[in-house]
């Protein structure tokens, strides 16, 4: 069935870069926003990066502006999250999110959840 499927997660030292992978898997016709999050333990979900369907529109935290990069192949209904000189407080599991959006913005409609991926970045 359609679900969203995350890797590219893992251990990591201060200073490294890892890639992030989501695919969109099954069938659909729908344009979605595709993004980024993260969540590390007793904190609230945060935005990394989103990016809307034609990429018009892109958005990054302040946090990692100049470090990360996303970008999407739609012939593939996957998404990217390229992360350079990575840091301790980069530690979280990361979440791909999928948003149903009809006028290239960053998401109107329904909304799709990964499993996530541990990324942990050691001092």
């Known amino acids: 069935q359609v679900r969203l499927v995350e890797s590219g997660g893992g251990l990591v030292q201060t200073g490294g870069s890892l890639r992030l992978s989501c695919e969109f898997s099954?069938?659909?016709?729908?344009?979605?926003?595709m993004g980024w999050f993260r969540q590390a333990p007793e904190k609230e979900r945060e935005l990394v990066a989103s990016?809307?369907?034609?990429?018009?529109?892109?958005a990054y935290a302040d946090s990692v502006k100049g470090r990360f990069a996303i970008s999407r192949d739609n012939a593939k209904n996957m998404v990217y999250l390229q992360m350079n000189t990575l840091k301790p407080e980069d530690t979280a599991v990361y979440y791909c999110?999928?948003?149903?959006?009809?006028?290239?913005?960053?998401?109107?409609?329904?909304?799709?959840w990964g499993q996530g991926t541990q990324v942990t970045v050691s001092s």
């Open positions: 999110n999928a948003h149903a959006d009809s006028v290239d913005g960053l998401g109107t409609g329904s909304s799709l």
């Open positions: 099954g069938r659909t016709f729908e344009r979605y926003a």
């Open positions: 990016i809307s369907w034609r990429r018009s529109v892109i």
